[in-house]
């Protein structure tokens, strides 16, 4: 009987070992697929690392190009209003300037319309004189004619010498 406990106990001890080294196995096997995994993982962390890096740099160069043509619209709008700002003060001065010419034109119109009355005046009195000058009424030509006294608005070298055939003519 003690062979056959020396064998029984060969056995469970030898079974032990034998579990315990499949233990150790699948525990090494365990240990490598977790090895394996995080280096995948570390793998594929440094790839997006390397990514968002080249991402980032990518979007710094958008960034610095959207801020220089921000920079520029800015500049672009500040001319733009000033130039609306300088167009509109010029409209002011236009309509200045053309409120000016009309009452101008008008002053002038006024002026125009008197002259033309007091010419239309003397020419009919010239007319008259002259009239009587043709009918040989020699009365009529020694006596002035006697015409609404008008004053003339600036004196003239015409008004200082007299026609000719305003002077009456001695009989």
Do not use: C
């Not at 979007?59 to 130039?83: F, N």
């Not at 409120?99 to 008259?128: F, I, P, V, W, Y």
């Amino acid at each position: 009987m003690a062979a056959n406990s020396r064998s029984t106990k060969g056995r469970s001890a030898g079974g032990a070992v034998a579990r315990e080294l499949d233990q150790l196995r699948r525990k090494v096997k365990e240990l490598m697929l977790r090895l394996e995994r995080e280096a995948k993982v570390r793998k594929i962390e440094a790839r997006l690392a390397a990514v968002a890096k080249k991402a980032r740099q990518q979007l710094t160069g958008e960034i610095k190009v959207l801020r220089e043509q921000g920079r520029k619209l800015a500049s672009q709008l500040k001319a733009t209003l000033g130039d609306a700002g300088k167009r509109e003060q010029a409209f002011k001065e236009a309509r200045a300037k053309v409120a000016e010419l009309k009452a101008e034109l008008g002053r002038r119109t006024a002026d125009l319309r008197r002259k033309s009355g007091e010419l239309r005046k003397l020419a009919e009195d010239s007319a008259q004189r002259a009239a009587a000058i043709i009918h040989g009424d020699a009365q009529h030509a020694a006596e002035p004619v006697e015409a609404e006294p008008v004053a003339p608005a600036a004196p003239s070298a015409l008004d200082s010498e007299s026609h000719p055939s305003d002077k009456p003519t001695p009989t």
